[in-house]
């Protein structure tokens, strides 16, 4: 708008206008898991340079997006991860969830693409070994269950439900050790990976569900008895003995 004042018979020049032509900025985000995808409904913001919010968008079926309209300037292109979904890289190589674009007069960027990799799932079961067999007969609920990297770092924590299941929801793609805590009066049996070490080696890909990964346990017996002295001569037991030493042996007398 220009306010012109104009007196009869003056001509007034000048009044010029000066418009700049809009840009854009599009992209996809790509998913990795069993196979390549295109990931749908994704919120992607529009940030000034100084990180202030201008404007969002979300990825449509063919998981494109695009900012219409746009003037010339630096701007941010950010990805909030998807559920199940980590970013991998994006295409200026840098932080991975944050692309820098710098958009000139009617220039439409293209291109301006995120990866993320699909989380997988590890689960399973610990369960009770009650007649002797090795094999697992009853559910123990409230196990402690660790998700471990492969020098012992603690990753997730979770416990057994009451069927014994356990699961680790978006696990990276990677090799992992899964440890059951000690419980103390139960002894290891077995494990799905053919130990009794209380600890199962998992790897698993982009996307990957890891299941049956089980330990079975069997709880320690105990055995108690007395030692007396017969004092009486009528061989029953009168006052007790301390300090007695008791080996509990196998049948072919091992220890």
């Known amino acids: 708008t220009i306010n012109i004042a104009i007196a009869t018979g003056e001509t007034s020049t000048g009044n010029d206008f000066v418009d700049e032509e809009l840009g854009s900025i599009r992209g996809s985000v790509i998913g990795f898991g069993s196979t390549a995808h295109f990931i749908p409904g994704v919120v992607i913001e529009l940030k000034d340079n100084n990180g202030i919010a201008i404007d969002s968008v979300i990825t449509d079926s063919n998981g494109e997006y695009v900012f219409a309209s746009v ?8 990805e909030i991860d998807p ?24 220039q439409n960027a293209t291109g301006r693409d995120f990866v ?8 399973g079961k610990v369960e009770q070994d009650i007649d002797n067999d090795d094999l697992a007969d009853i559910p123990l609920e409230g196990i402690t269950v660790e998700l471990q990297d492969t020098n012992g770092n ?10 014994g299941t356990y699961s680790f929801i978006d696990v990276s793609a990677g090799t992992y050790n899964i440890v059951q805590a000690n419980l103390g009066s139960y002894t290891y049996i077995s494990d799905s990976d053919g130990g009794s070490d209380n600890s199962i080696n998992v790897t698993i890909g982009f996307g990957q569900t890891s299941s049956n990964n089980n330990f079975v346990d069997e709880q320690q017996a105990s055995i108690t008895g007395n030692v007396k002295v017969d004092t009486d001569n009528d061989d029953g037991g009168d006052n007790n003995l301390q300090n007695v030493t008791i080996q509990l042996q196998q049948t072919d007398g091992t220890v």
């Open 83 to 106: 559920a199940g979904y980590e970013s991998d890289f994006d295409s200026d190589g840098g932080d991975p969830n944050l692309t820098t674009v710098t958009l000139a007069t009617g």
């Open 71 to 78: 003037p010339p300037g630096t701007y941010q292109i950010v």
């Open 116 to 123: 993320d990799n699909e989380l997988g799932i590890i689960n």
């Open 154 to 163: 603690i990753i997730k924590t979770t416990t057994t439900a009451a069927d």
